[in-house]
């Protein structure tokens, strides 16, 4: 007779659950919607299976479950959009590959940072990279006549074990791009590039990582991928 008076309860309970709004619950973006915002005054819109990690919005913190992804539609500024392409077709990544390889995943990890002309600057950039701002002599600047870029090499800030290779493309006193290649320990081999450089369309900062083997391509990458974030401007 027990078992008779509560199951009507048991099922009006188990109504509850399924049928009650749960506020407290966010859904997860849906993988068929691109990852869009305002750059400069334009609109991005990139599909989302280049973009690995979320992107970051005006007014917004990832941290902050009050008011991360509170926006909708591509209206609100970006402040950070990540992207992974494969390299050199730039199509969507193998995810799996992706992130059992890490620092030696062998596509391009892309960050656009919108910034004003005025606010990044890549010669204060290259300095503070080089120690410049400190005092203390300088390390010895070679020129790579293969690659046309300048290159010296100095101990990393947070591991001095750790010897990092720097290179940069200077001309008429212009720096127009900035490498930073961290080496192992002991004097071993680099192991992960980091490349940054304006990109002018969209008064942002863009650093794209990839694996030191690809570094003779640098003109390449910097210039496709300039052709493939200006590609997914839609107004």
Not at 85 to 114: H, M
Not at 132 to 144: A, S
Not at 204 to 217: M, R
């Amino acid at each position: 007779m027990s078992a008779i008076i509560l199951l009507p309860i048991f099922c009006f309970f188990i109504f509850l659950i399924v049928e009650s709004p749960k506020k407290t619950v966010v859904s997860p973006p849906d993988s068929t919607q691109p990852v869009c915002g305002r750059v400069f005054g334009k609109t991005i819109s990139v599909p989302r299976h280049y973009v690995m990690f979320w992107a970051e919005y005006e007014g917004e913190s990832s941290w902050d479950k009050e008011t991360f992804r509170r926006h909708t539609g591509c209206a609100i500024d970006l402040v950070s959009l990540p992207m992974v392409v494969s390299w050199p077709d730039f199509q969507p990544p193998n995810q799996a590959k992706y992130f059992q390889q890490g620092l030696r995943f062998e596509g391009l990890d892309i960050v656009l940072t919108p910034t004003e002309s005025n606010g990044f600057d890549l010669r204060s950039r290259l300095n503070f990279l080089l120690g410049r701002d400190q005092e203390g002599g300088l390390e010895p600047v070679e020129y790579v006549e293969s690659l046309g870029l300048y290159l010296t090499r100095r101990q990393d800030k947070t591991f001095p074990e750790n010897t990092n290779e720097y290179y940069w493309r200077e001309e008429d006193g212009d720096i127009q791009a900035v490498f930073e290649c961290l080496g192992g320990r002991n004097g071993g081999k680099v192991y992960s590039c980091q490349g940054e450089f304006f990109l002018e369309q969209l008064a942002s900062k863009v650093a794209v990582g990839f694996t030191p083997d690809k570094l003779d391509a640098w003109k390449k990458i910097i210039d496709s991928t300039k052709t493939f974030v200006l590609s997914n401007i839609v107004d």
